[in-house]
């Protein structure tokens, strides 16, 4: 399929439509916004440089440039391979993006001594190592949007990415804590030498896709099959297996991997795709009640057994008082509440700030450090960009026409606000903080990859969704100006499958 | 650099975050007020010519005859609440991947309808499903014309033709 072969939309069909699909592709909205955000990139490390070096040097503009450039690459691929997609995803999610790579860069500037700060190469650092993880990251969504033509493709493999899903959480769980440990966490595969990957977080797409597929397979039994207590549908003990199964494996995610995040991220994404596929409010509720009785429990052992479930207790005391050893092991959480207290409402102004006070300031904490600098009302409207991201995604899951497009997108726009949640409620002390990267702004390959396969998924299931119709027999079938089909003579075939 | 410019920029960097949020939802508005818009559609059908089309000053048409169908909902089964916009193309119905509307229902056939339109009116054509296609309560036999509201039945799936 060419882009020529995609019949324009008329211009009779740009009137007022249902807006669940729009006939208009609205692409040149999507580059105005894209134009917008690394203005604003831009903006943010001119300021950056005013502030942290006292003047502006002469190439402040290139890393937004840069970025910009290949923004506007997956522009043009959008254009030609999903001209219907949705507009407001990348602008998003390219903004984020951008100011990530200006903290980092910010961070690096905080770091180097002040002598060298001026001449700090753009490719350098922290900053430029992640602005070349964003090169690689978009050309690897490219390359999904080009290779996925329909979603529904995805499908076939549901089973094979499935398996490499398990393999793939698996992996650190079994290897030696000197190959899978960083902080207490062993989420990693670390080539020594090399550089490590945290192959969780693809995982996370690849499980998605699989409970996708075996939902829409297995929903009718889920949702009929059923008992009435209360006034609440239970499901038969039976169907309960596969939820048992996740459940023990987020649970063991969470012993022997030490991290709740990602625990609680894997158990939270299976419910909630059940949850879409069977409308039954009951496996929100047992999903709930499982996750905090088994929460709960390993508070418990962790306290009077210790071992595996140590970790998770430690946290758990740190959430509940951090101020009880500021020093010592609240130290982090503390640094980072008092950063975004120092923050207040506008900020210290970016580059007026001091990350490099806050341990793990480039990843985990990255949320509080640029909170420091733009102040809850800068924070705040990041927030909101993501929740419009999470938006866009639910939009296309409701719009898409079939069951699979609907339960992958819902649950992949899901599992994006669920990681944000995670880790912002861990820095603002609402959960007990675990070790997950803020989504397109940590520092780290891994993470960044991921989810920008994620959104070119998203950017795949929103353009099928939005797609006009252009006959069953895929969307260059006829030209929409065309004559309607006859009917008389029409073969009448019988395919039973 | 000057404490005020700075001071400035700052500020504006903000207004100019919250600017650029704002400009998103501007865009994606009518996705988000979708459904509050829908009562005071005088569209135009496509590809019928402006006959049937009423003056956009004038009050929304109280009669369904007449109006040509601009929405495809379904109304029951699980895809309950999809929409589609209906165009000049065919809509074809079943379990296959490649239909328009993919349904998964175990009383549905791998290609089980279709919806042609005619004239400005849509036809309905069972296309050798094992359990039928219903109309209201009529079981379709052959090419049908579709009157708007009134809902075709498909296994668990139920659809409805909308102005």
Redesign the interface.
Same mark, same amino acid.
């Given at each position: 399929m060419t882009a020529a072969a995609v019949p324009a939309a008329?211009p009779? !069909?740009t009137?007022?439509?249902?807006?669940?699909? #729009?006939?208009r592709s609205?692409r040149n909205?999507e580059l105005s #916004?894209l134009l917008?955000?690394m203005?604003?990139v831009a903006?943010?490390s001119?300021?950056i440089e005013?502030?942290a070096l &006292?003047? @502006?040097t002469g190439d402040f503009w290139i890393p937004a440039a840069a970025l910009g450039l290949v923004f506007l690459g997956l522009h043009l691929v959008i254009r030609w391979l999903a001209p219907f997609a &949705?507009?407001?995803l990348l602008?998003?999610v390219a903004?984020l993006n951008g100011i990530g790579v200006g903290f980092l860069r910010r961070f690096d500037l905080a770091q180097a001594a002040p002598a060298e700060r001026e001449d700090l190469a753009i490719f350098a650092g922290t900053g430029g190592r992640q602005l070349a993880w964003t090169l690689a990251s978009v050309v690897l969504a490219a390359g999904l949007l080009a290779v996925l033509r329909d979603h529904?493709t995805l !499908?076939r493999y549901a089973y094979t990415l499935g398996l490499a899903g398990i393999v793939l959480v698996m992996i650190p769980a079994i290897l030696p804590g000197r190959f899978s440990e960083i902080n207490g966490a062993k989420l990693w595969i670390i080539v020594p030498g090399l550089g490590q990957i945290q192959p969780g977080e693809f995982a996370k797409l690849a499980l998605l896709t699989f409970f996708a597929y075996y939902l829409?397979r297995k929903?009718?039994v889920l949702s009929l099959a059923s008992r009435r207590v209360l006034g609440i549908d239970f499901p038969r003990g039976r169907d309960l297996g596969p939820v048992l199964v996740v459940w023990l494996i987020s649970l063991m995610v969470l012993v022997f991997e030490k991290d709740l995040g990602t625990s609680l991220l894997y158990f939270g994404m299976f419910v909630v795709t059940l949850y879409i596929a069977t409308e039954r409010v009951s496996w929100l509720l047992i999903g709930l009640l499982l996750f905090f009785g088994g929460a709960y429990l390993a508070y418990v052992l962790g306290s009077t057994v210790g071992g595996p479930f140590a970790n998770f207790y430690d946290r758990a005391q740190i959430w509940l008082d951090p101020f009880a050893e500021p020093y010592d092991r609240g130290y982090q959480l503390v640094q980072g509440l008092l950063t975004l207290g120092t923050g207040g409402l506008?900020?210290a102004?970016?580059g007026g700030g001091q990350p490099t006070l806050l341990p793990e300031v480039q990843t985990d904490f990255i949320f509080a450090g640029i909170g420091e600098e @733009?102040?809850l009302?800068?924070l705040s409207?990041?927030l909101?960009?993501y929740l419009?991201i999470v938006?866009?995604g639910l939009?296309a899951a #409701?719009?898409v026409? &079939?069951?699979?497009g609907?339960l992958l997108a819902g649950g992949l726009a899901f599992t994006l606000g669920l990681q944000v949640f995670v880790i912002v409620g861990g820095i603002s002390k609402l959960i007990p903080l675990t070790g997950q990267t803020t989504p397109f702004l940590s520092a780290g390959g891994s993470s960044l990859m991921a989810n920008w396969l994620l959104i070119a998924v998203l950017l795949r299931v929103s353009d099928g969704a939005r797609r006009?119709?252009?006959?069953?027999?895929?969307p260059a079938a006829?030209p929409?100006?065309?004559p309607?089909?006859q #009917?008389h003579g029409?073969p009448?075939?019988? @395919?039973?499958? | 650099?000057p404490e005020l =410019?700075?001071?400035v920029?700052?500020? /504006? %960097?903000?207004i100019?975050?919250?600017? %650029? =949020?704002f400009?998103?939802?501007g865009?994606?508005r009518?996705?988000? %007020?979708?459904g509050a818009?829908?009562g005071r559609?005088v569209? *135009?059908p496509? /590809?019928v010519g402006a006959s049937t089309s009423q003056p956009p000053s004038g009050k929304p048409a109280k009669v369904k005859r007449g109006r040509a169908a601009?929405?495809m909902v379904v109304t029951a089964g699980?895809?309950a609440?999809?929409?589609?916009?209906? /165009?000049? *193309?065919?809509? +074809?119905i079943g379990?296959?991947?490649?239909?328009?509307? =993919?349904i998964?229902d175990?009383y549905a056939? *791998?290609?089980h309808a279709?919806l042609?339109?005619?004239d400005g009116q849509w036809?309905v054509?069972?296309? /050798?499903s +094992?359990n039928g296609t219903y109309l209201d309560r009529a079981k379709v036999t052959g090419?049908t014309p579709v009157p708007l509201g009134v809902p075709i039945r498909i296994g668990r799936t139920s659809l409805e033709l909308r102005p």
């Open positions: 008329s009779a !069909s009137g007022e439509q249902s807006g669940v699909r #729009l006939a609205r909205a #916004l917008l955000a203005v604003l903006a943010y001119a300021m005013a502030k &006292d003047t @502006i &949705d507009p407001a602008p998003a903004l529904r !499908s829409v929903r009718e506008f900020g102004g970016p @733009i102040g009302f800068g409207a990041l909101v960009v419009l938006e866009r939009r #409701l719009a026409r &079939d069951s699979f609907k006009p119709v252009t006959g069953g027999r895929g006829r929409a100006g065309g309607p089909e #009917l029409a009448t075939e019988v @395919i039973r499958p | 650099m =410019v700075i001071t920029a700052r500020f /504006g %960097f903000l100019l975050l919250w600017i %650029f =949020v400009t998103v939802v865009v994606i009518r996705d988000l %007020f979708a818009r829908s559609l569209a *135009a496509r /590809g601009h929405q699980q895809l609440g999809t929409r589609i916009t209906l /165009g000049e *193309a065919q809509i +074809t379990r296959a991947e490649d239909s328009t509307l =993919v998964t175990d056939s *791998a290609r279709r042609v339109p005619r036809y054509e069972d296309l /050798g +094992t090419p």
